[in-house]
């Protein structure tokens, strides 16, 4: 309870919300490594996925292969980076390790949802005289759009949890609240980083839940 109780008073300590080192600063700093994080995997991960699944070849492969990433530890991909040429880049090593981390949801679920769209509608859109173009970004992808969401709702919370890992290779973000607590042997200051990252990632997964429940009515203005 001592512990809740001073993560409570470092959290409501106004000095700690303020200058280089204070939570809105960190909070930009995780929200900006995020989003390019999510940018960029959705870049390679989603063209790849929506392409494939319109074709309905070699997207198992790619997804098989992209899922392996989740079996290496992303800690262990940044160490790994950090000890190559990447590693002098500044967030590089951090962003190529998230990056990583992201491809897999984006391309799994962007590929199944590109897949499960009913065939009789794809037919039917060719038989409409419709090119395969046509029918992949005005059948395909606004049907599949609502699992595509889904994909990009589960990279970003995951993105938000696992970026605080940009602290251990010098970067920004809520990281550095909790390793500082750590340093300075605060255990409340880390409770209280731990409940800043929690939070951050509630609301990602808050804001992306209100898009999937739009998504419906974006597919069917699309189509």
Known sequence: MNTLTGAWDWLTDS????????????????????????????LIALPVAVVLGHLGKGGALAVN???????????????????????DWGEGPTVVALVLFAVPPLLTNAYVGMRE??????????????????????????????????????????????ATIAALAGGGGLGRIITAGFNLASTPQVVAGAVLVAAFALVVEGIFAVAERMSPRWAKAAS
């Open 15 to 42: 000095a700690h919300w303020t200058g280089d080192d204070g939570i809105w600063q960190r909070l930009l700093e995780h929200l900006v490594l995020t989003v390019v994080c999510l940018l960029v995997s959705c």
């Open 65 to 87: 292969i992209s899922n392996i990433g989740r079996a290496v530890p992303t800690f262990a991909v940044l160490v790994l980076l950090l000890l190559t040429p990447v590693g």
């Open 117 to 162: 769209v009913d065939r009789s509608v794809v037919q039917a859109a060719r038989g409409m005289g419709m090119t395969g173009r046509q029918v992949m970004f005005r059948v395909e992808l606004p049907l599949a759009l609502p699992l595509l969401l889904t994909g990009v709702r589960i990279a970003a919370v995951q993105l938000v949890a696992t």
